[in-house]
């Protein structure tokens, strides 16, 4: 199936392609809480043909990532941020509205970050229930283990996470743009979001910041994704 956009008659090939319904789903979805910053701004001037050259860049192979911007929140503890192109958060979530419902059948009922309906509220629910359950209604002693993995999120190594998404994505995943999404996912954990990011904030801001929880002091394979 081809799509003429244009008047010139310029075509897309869309077999086994992202649709553009896909793209714009992804759009409003990415900018529902995005709207008042100024990448997102700046890409609402001109959405719908910045979607169709996203779309376009997406389905001929010649999509790359942007550039990141870096800086340092505080609240509620330190913390090192890549915030990815505004460009790119719209392609990040058309990737997870396309993996998500997969992803949410291999989850534990116990895992509350980022899962529609789950969250922080859930979780006390349910550590709650846990709690009465243990203590027999608080007639007995019980005990919380509390865990942390240093600098998890950024000493992730590429190519494990890209060979353990691929074989997911291969057995479970059916449609048609199989290979698109797998090429996506691959130039998405590949790239590297600390060459030629733009550093937002005064270098003392990374002060008293551990090296172990910045991604400028991760080993070269390491990976970290911020879709927000």
């Not at 003429?4 to 897309?12: A, V």
Request: some cysteine; charged content about 25%; aromatic content about 12%.
């Amino acid at each position: 199936m081809q799509l003429s956009l244009f008047s010139n008659s310029e075509t897309i090939d869309l077999k086994e392609g992202f649709s553009l319904e896909a793209i714009f789903e992804a759009y409003f979805s990415c900018r529902s809480n995005k709207r008042n910053t100024i990448n997102a701004l700046a890409f609402e001037l001109d959405y719908e043909s910045n979607l169709i050259q996203l779309w376009k860049d997406l389905n001929d192979g010649s999509y790359q990532p942007g550039k990141s911007i870096a800086f340092i929140v505080h609240k509620p503890v330190q913390r090192e941020i890549f915030a990815a192109d505004f460009r790119d958060r719209v392609v990040h979530h058309l990737i997870i509205n396309k993996l998500n419902p997969l992803f949410e059948k291999e989850f534990i009922q116990d895992s509350y970050a980022c899962r529609v309906g789950k969250g922080t509220h859930h979780g006390i629910s349910r550590a709650n229930k846990f709690i009465l359950q243990c203590s027999k209604n608080y007639t007995e002693d019980c005990h919380v283990l509390k865990l942390d993995i240093e600098g998890f999120f950024m000493h992730i190594n590429k190519k494990i996470l890209f060979t353990r998404l691929q074989k997911f994505i291969e057995v479970k995943y059916k449609w048609n743009d199989k290979e698109l999404v797998l090429e996506i996912c691959h130039k998405i954990i590949f790239n590297s979001p600390t060459e030629n990011c733009i550093t937002k904030g005064a270098a003392k801001n990374w002060g008293g910041l551990p090296k172990n929880k910045s991604l400028f002091h991760s080993p070269q394979n390491s990976v970290y994704l911020l879709v927000i």
